[in-house]
């Protein structure tokens, strides 16, 4: 996850945006204005003789205090707010999913593998599932499942990415290449599977017995704090 105050520095925009968990009251009435004061007095903005107030120094602890309130909103969020089941971590996000419908969207690949694991991820807002070592008879199998889960993740209407990994490549398949389900056609998918292994001159079955791992991530675009999944 990048800190908070990465994505102040490499942001053009004069206001910041608040992270989802910290409580909107707080920040328009005591941790925006400071921002805004800071930002609008920096001594880089305007030099003498002009009335800058605020030295580097005072934005660099500024980035850090905006870090420190995040994280510690965060674990409030985690240890107070949140009651341990997905449901919470996905309504603090604002992912419009229900936890037992997700599980059944992906229940044709926990059938093809015993490695599961997933985790909501606090820090990044996504909910995260990898399926490890599955197997597949023939890419037709493949096929078919990742079309069905296009399908029902398109249906929640939430952001999402899958990722799948072989020996020798990635790739990723995500909410923005398939913004109009009705438009991916299978033949579409297999292409960009088929290009995983690279192995040309052999039977395109093949490849699939080298696929080691499908990676899901489930979030909300607006809400999220890793842009990697953009």
Not at 66 to 86: C, K, L, M, P
Not at 123 to 143: A, P, R, V
Request: net charge negative; aromatic share 12%; charged share 25%.
């Amino acid at each position: 996850m990048k800190k908070f105050s990465k994505l102040i520095t490499e942001s053009k925009q004069e206001t910041w945006t608040k992270h989802p968990l910290v409580n909107p009251v707080d920040w328009e009435e005591i941790f925006k204005p400071l921002i805004e004061h800071i930002e609008s007095n920096l001594i880089s903005k305007v030099p003498p003789p002009g009335e800058g107030i605020f030295s580097s120094n005072t934005k660099g602890a500024l980035d850090e205090l905006i870090d420190s309130i995040t994280e510690d909103y965060s674990q409030y969020f985690q240890n107070v707010v949140a009651d341990g089941s997905q449901e919470s971590f996905f309504s603090a996000y604002n992912i419009s999913v229900d936890f037992n419908d997700l599980m059944d969207c992906v229940q044709p690949l926990m059938d093809r593998t015993d490695e599961i694991e997933d985790y909501a991820q606090w820090d990044g807002g996504y909910f995260y599932m990898s399926f490890i070592d599955i197997k597949f008879n023939n890419m037709d199998e493949l096929i078919e499942d990742i079309l069905d889960i296009f399908g029902k993740l398109k249906m929640f209407k939430v952001d999402y990415k899958i990722s799948l990994q072989s020996k020798h490549n990635t790739i990723h398949l995500s909410s923005r290449q398939t913004a109009s389900f009705n438009q991916v056609k299978e033949e579409q998918i297999k292409k960009m599977i088929n290009g995983l292994l690279e192995l040309p001159g052999q039977n395109p079955e093949l490849w699939v017995n080298g696929l080691k791992q499908i990676e899901i991530f489930i979030y909300n675009k607006d809400t999220v704090q890793a842009g990697d999944l953009d």
